[in-house]
């Protein structure tokens, strides 16, 4: 089967710097990706890795290793508007998970003036 | 574009009624997606298709039923309500890289 773990909360302050972490357990996977939820709102995609490293997009970036099974998204610059819940996802490959896309519990981030 | 359409937004069922949830997507994207979400938590797959006439059970599917006949549409069945159906149901198509989602449904059964 496939699982994700995430923090179930974070703080921090605008301006501020912060990293939210996934891990997963999965027979095979495409890759990592990464939604954004406001409350009462659907998931939009923010990020995606389908190799290793580090992949850029404005204020967020977001990271995988395949070998420590482990992702993370980093966002900069924190802004009030970034209040909400993140989701990290992965996408079997294989083993009768081919095309199965499971999500993490998510992680609410609380920005603070 | 359309993206991913769900209707409707908002539903009440008794228990023991029936309803169709209907998605519908113009992106011609092979796999799609059920969803539930309650409050405060994360996303629990309940059926997913990776093309026409194919479907297969996610990680919540009793009391639901799904069908595939065509790469846009992708219908979710519940058969006879419950109360522990409550919840916001969210359907998706995915790309190579990136899931698109409907805007959701607020099923309440009481």
């Known amino acids: 089967g496939q699982s994700l773990e995430q923090p179930s909360e974070v703080t921090a302050v605008e301006g501020a710097i912060v990293q939210i972490n996934c891990t997963y357990q999965?027979?095979?996977?495409?890759?990592l990706s990464w939604y954004q939820q406001h409350d009462g709102g659907a998931p939009t995609f923010l990020s995606y890795n389908g190799l290793d490293g580090l992949e850029e997009t404005g204020r967020f970036s977001s990271f995988l290793s395949r070998s420590d099974s482990y992702g993370y998204l980093l966002l900069q610059e924190l802004q009030m508007k970034d209040s909400a819940s993140y989701f990290c996802a992965v996408k079997g490959a294989g083993s009768g998970n081919t095309g199965k896309l499971i999500f993490g519990q998510g992680t609410t981030l609380q920005v603070k003036p | 574009n359309a993206g991913v359409t769900q209707t409707p937004k908002f539903r009440i069922l008794k228990i023991g009624q029936s309803m169709t949830l209907q998605c519908t997507q113009d992106?011609?994207?092979?796999?799609m997606y059920w969803y539930r979400q309650d409050p405060g938590m994360g996303l629990k797959l309940i059926y997913y298709s990776v093309g026409a006439g194919i479907t297969d059970k996610g990680e919540v599917p009793n009391g639901y039923n799904v069908s595939r006949s065509t790469t846009e549409d992708f219908p979710l069945r519940l058969e006879l309500a419950a109360p522990s159906q409550t919840s916001v149901y969210f359907c998706a198509s995915i790309s190579n890289t990136e899931a698109f989602f409907g805007q959701g449904t607020r099923l309440t059964v009481v």
């Open positions: 999965t027979s095979g996977f495409y890759g």
């Open positions: 992106m011609n994207h092979n796999y």
